[in-house]
């Protein structure tokens, strides 16, 4: 069975980092890209950037609110993501989740950013 | 950025009856390819979104044949041709033709 499971979400204060990690089972991790979707309180879905497998260099992107300040990293070896956020903003506030894009999303984990 | 609107924002739907969800794009959504990479997706209140559709009409494994996707170019069509109590929720059209990656404003179905 696929399974992503986030972690890491947290109170943090504004300009403060944190880091988020999807561990997944169930495919061929090394082989899949991952996404990373967020969702604000009652609001919509947010790209927030994906990172390709080794065979794509581990090739990432970012949406635009984030890029410059996000970074993503993986371990194949651990099955597992990873979505750095540095500077962070009231704005960052949301459910992050991470995907393959496909039928297969986490559960979520809320990072809120406050004073 | 190539945006997506969707309309309604809110439908009342009874049930039994079909339903109908619009997504319009800023662009086409053809890739060079010759692909269309519309998706719709599913969120159930306090569940992480589902997708239902991908490529504008192929239902996901597990997917109800109620739902279907339809459309071309810049004007795209989810329809739920029955609607049951457990269809309720955030819909989502998504596209991934041009980057980055965009999602539709939502439209909440909810029963009368």
């Known amino acids: 069975e696929v399974q992503l499971v986030e972690s890491g979400g947290a109170l943090v204060q504004p300009g403060g980092s944190l880091k988020l990690s999807c561990a997944a089972s169930?495919?061929?991790?090394?082989?899949?890209?991952v996404h990373w979707v967020r969702q604000a309180s009652g609001k919509g879905l947010e790209w927030v950037g994906r990172?390709?497998?080794?065979?794509?260099?581990?090739?990432?992107s970012f949406g635009a609110s984030v890029n410059g300040r996000f970074t993503m990293s993986r371990d194949d070896s651990k099955k597992t993501a990873y979505l750095q956020m540095n500077s962070l903003q009231t704005e960052d506030t949301a459910v992050y989740y991470c995907?393959?894009?496909?039928?297969?999303w986490g559960q979520g984990t809320l990072v809120t950013v406050s004073s | 950025d190539v945006v997506l609107t969707q309309s309604p924002l809110s439908l009342p739907v009874t049930l039994g009856q079909p339903a109908s969800i619009s997504c319009r794009s800023s662009?086409?959504?053809?890739?060079?390819?010759?692909?269309?990479?519309l998706n719709w997706f599913h969120q159930r209140p306090g569940q992480s979104p589902r997708r239902l559709i991908y490529?504008?009409?192929k239902r996901d494994s597990g997917v109800p044949d109620r739902f279907s996707g339809s459309g071309s170019g810049t004007d795209f069509t989810l329809e739920i041709s029955s609607v049951e109590a457990e269809d309720v929720g955030v819909y989502f059209c998504?596209?991934?033709?041009?980057?980055?990656?965009?999602f539709g404003g939502g439209t909440k179905v909810e029963i009368k």
């Open positions: 995907t393959r894009m496909d039928n297969y």
């Open positions: 169930g495919f061929t991790f090394s082989d899949s890209a």
């Open positions: 990172i390709r497998s080794k065979a794509n260099n581990y090739a990432t």
């Open positions: 662009e086409s959504l053809v890739y060079s390819d010759g692909n269309t990479y």
């Open positions: 490529k504008v009409s």
């Open positions: 998504m596209q991934y033709t041009h980057w980055p990656p965009f």
